[in-house]
């Protein structure tokens, strides 16, 4: 799996530069970091929803389309897929692959465990007119 991201990670870094009215990808690296974490969020619901009705094949389709989204984000955000796997390995160094990693490490509040600034999205609707 790791392969196939560093593949599209790479595919998706070429596109920085691509025609935006041919691809898909360079028009939105274009849109801004508001639009990019706007789609990720649409797809991770869309597969929060398709599990929840018990619908496997569309849980498969969507998380192909969350996995895209993530890594247009990682690119924008200047975060290599290496770096992702660098931090699970040492995840599960300290706690075992299948564990979160806790909000307290040893009696110490871990760094920026804190909460994180929440920015507005922007929105396709226009306000509600009187």
Sequence with gaps: MSDS???????VAAAKDADPAVSRTAKLLRA???K?????AEEAIEVVID???????AVVRESA????N???????AGVRP???WDEMARRERLFGLAEKVPKKVQGKIQENAGRRKVVMLASRRSPKRR
Excluded: H, P
């Design 82 to 84: 290496q770096e992702v």
């Design 36 to 40: 990019m974490a706007k789609k990720l």
């Design 5 to 11: 991201l560093g593949r599209l990670f790479e595919q």
């Design 65 to 68: 389309d969350l996995l895209y």
């Design 51 to 57: 599990a929840m009705n018990g619908d496997r094949e």
């Design 32 to 34: 801004g970091r508001s």
């Design 70 to 76: 993530l890594v247009v984000v990682w690119s924008e």
